[in-house]
């Protein structure tokens, strides 16, 4: 029985971590204004007949704060590249050098910088349902434990802990998005 409770916390835990590594992931595709060369990470790029991702055909970096630099392994792969930056609605315009593309990151207007946030707020909410998700799926672990014998008890200090840790991941996410917020809105 004591095996079940650890297997029954360790789950959820770990479902709760996966929920605020996701939330971090989704959050490095929001910019802040700032070049930063993962904000590029979801491309994928016509290569040779298969999409692949930008970074398996290409070196991106950040030349300074406001440009992003793609330097393509094969010079026949930079029309592809641009093609797909152009398509992938993240609203850049890279520009051909016949060498790399350059991307230069505008400047955020004041309602732009409003809409990231709101963005990053739904991520948030994201977060948290699945948080939420996870504490439901141990609760009815739960449950099923005490119809097998477990003690009622026992059963409520479970589930207590189940919430000390759904409180815990929920206060990490809102943590995770006052750090984005605040990057959003510094000018």
């Given at each position: 029985?004591?095996?079940?409770i650890?297997?029954?916390?360790?789950?959820a835990?770990?479902s709760?971590?996966a929920?605020?590594?996701?939330?971090?992931?989704?959050?490095?595709?929001?910019?802040?204004?700032k070049?930063?060369?993962?904000?590029?990470?979801?491309?994928?790029?016509?290569?040779?007949g298969?999409?692949?991702?930008?970074?398996q055909?290409?070196?991106?970096?950040?030349?300074?704060?406001?440009?992003?630099?793609?330097?393509?392994?094969?010079?026949?792969?930079?029309?592809?590249?641009?093609?797909?930056?152009?398509?992938?609605?993240?609203?850049?315009?890279?520009?051909?050098?016949?060498?790399?593309?350059?991307?230069?990151?505008?400047?955020?207007?004041?309602?732009?910088?409003?809409?990231?946030?709101?963005?990053?707020?739904?991520?948030?909410?994201?977060?948290?349902?699945?948080?939420?998700?996870?504490?439901?799926?141990?609760?009815?672990?739960?449950?099923?434990?005490?119809?097998?014998?477990?003690?009622?008890?026992?059963?409520?200090?479970?589930?207590?802990?189940?919430q000390?840790?759904?409180?815990?991941?929920s206060a990490?996410v809102?943590?995770?998005?006052?750090?984005?917020?605040?990057?959003?809105?510094?000018?």
């Amino acid at each position: 029985m004591e095996e079940e409770i650890d297997f029954i916390l360790e789950t959820a835990e770990e479902s709760m971590q996966a929920s605020v590594d996701h939330l971090n992931k989704e959050l490095t595709k929001i910019r802040a204004g700032k070049a930063n060369p993962s904000m590029l990470d979801g491309i994928m790029v016509e290569y040779y007949g298969a999409n692949t991702p930008l970074s398996q055909v290409a070196n991106v970096g950040t030349l300074d704060a406001r440009t992003i630099t793609v330097q393509p392994w094969e010079k026949a792969t930079l029309e592809p590249i641009e093609r797909a930056i152009i398509n992938s609605n993240l609203g850049l315009n890279p520009q051909n050098n016949g060498e790399m593309i350059l991307i230069n990151v505008p400047q955020l207007t004041e309602e732009r910088r409003k809409e990231l946030v709101k963005q990053t707020k739904a991520e948030g909410e994201h977060a948290k349902v699945s948080i939420r998700n996870a504490r439901k799926d141990a609760n009815d672990e739960v449950k099923k434990l005490q119809k097998d014998g477990l003690a009622e008890d026992q059963a409520k200090g479970l589930e207590e802990e189940v919430q000390e840790l759904t409180n815990k991941f929920s206060a990490r996410v809102d943590e995770v998005l006052e750090v984005k917020e605040a990057d959003i809105m510094k000018v």
